[in-house]
């Protein structure tokens, strides 16, 4: 395991409710889409993907698995983190889920037609080895969709960042990063290229865009609760220094408040899928 796993372990540790109140609103926005661009279809609204056997790596709290289970799949997810094993399994009783940790998985080669990760390559610290499982364990012909947040991010998703930089809070020099021979862009030609250079075929990267509408409350508890990098920054604050976050973001949100109190948050996210030859 990596420096950046094992940092990627502890922000995750039990976080399965604060992530399925904050943040798994947001991701699930792009379900539908990932579930389409995996060829596990909504044909005729429901029953498509009867008869596909998929894998939601990273599953969280379980929302695409419990999309794909929808779309009549039937379904395998694991997650890397105990508190989301649970959550998913009691998310989608008819999925098989279980605890496993990219660049690793507990499955034979070509075991599942399709492979779905939302937001979860970005959690990695060996993304391209994460690929090759990933190629090695869904069948030849079958497909795989991931979503993963640009760079530069959406106004939305840059929100909290900017509070954070606001308040005169800096990034730790010693912050886990990616090994660079293991980093890609965070762009649609990035994942195209990793993608290809994971010996997928076909692939195919879009820009996925949204307007995530939260009340500000909700969106600070995220971070709030320690979820993600940003959250394990506020974690090692001060509660005063947190207090003067918080009043920068309260004063930044401005900028995207809605007549009912809520934030309109616009966000976008690159969707790539390719196929295994
Ligand atoms: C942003 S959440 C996305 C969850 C879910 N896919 C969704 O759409 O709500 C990232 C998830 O990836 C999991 N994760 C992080 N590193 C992982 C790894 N190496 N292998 C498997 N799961 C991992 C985390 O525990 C967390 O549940």
Redesign the pocket.
């Known amino acids: 395991m990596t420096i950046f ?1 094992a940092f ?2 502890r922000a ?1 540790s039990g ?2 409710e604060a ?1 399925g109140r904050t ?2 609103l947001l ?2 926005h ?2 539908p889409r990932l579930l389409d661009a995996a060829g596990v279809e909504a044909a005729a609204g429901v029953g498509g993907g009867a008869g596909i056997r998929v894998l ?9 698995a419990a999309a794909a289970s929808a779309r009549g799949a039937e379904v395998i997810a ?4 105990p508190s ?1 094993v649970a959550a998913a399994a009691r998310a989608v009783p008819a999925a098989e889920v279980r605890l ?4 690793h998985l507990p499955f034979p080669d070509a075991h599942v037609d399709a492979v779905v ?4 390559l ?4 060996k993304p391209r080895a ?1 690929l090759g499982e990933l190629r090695r364990v869904v069948r030849p012909g079958g497909r795989v969709a991931l ?1 993963v947040w640009p760079s530069p991010p959406s106004p939305g998703q840059a929100l909290l960042g900017r509070a954070v930089q606001a308040a005169g809070v800096a990034r730790p020099a010693d912050a886990p990063m990616l090994d660079p021979l293991d980093d890609f862009p965070r762009t649609e030609d990035g994942l195209v290229g990793l993608l290809a250079a994971a010996g997928f075929t076909g692939a195919v990267a879009e820009t996925l865009a949204w307007e995530h509408r939260v009340h500000p409350d909700v969106w600070w508890a995220g971070p709030a609760a320690g979820i ?1 990098s940003l959250g394990q920054l506020l974690a090692a604050q001060s509660p005063e220094v947190v207090a003067g976050v918080r009043r920068q973001y309260e004063l930044l949100a401005r900028e995207f408040a809605l007549p009912d109190g809520r934030l309109a948050l616009p966000h976008t996210a690159v969707l790539v899928a390719a196929a295994r030859p």
């Open positions: 796993d990627e372990r995750w976080q399965a992530y943040y798994g991701c699930g792009t379900a939601d790596v990273g599953t969280g709290t379980g929302t695409v694991v997650d890397a983190e989301m496993a940790a990219l660049p990760g939302n937001f979860v970005n959690h990695v610290g994460a979503t993600a």
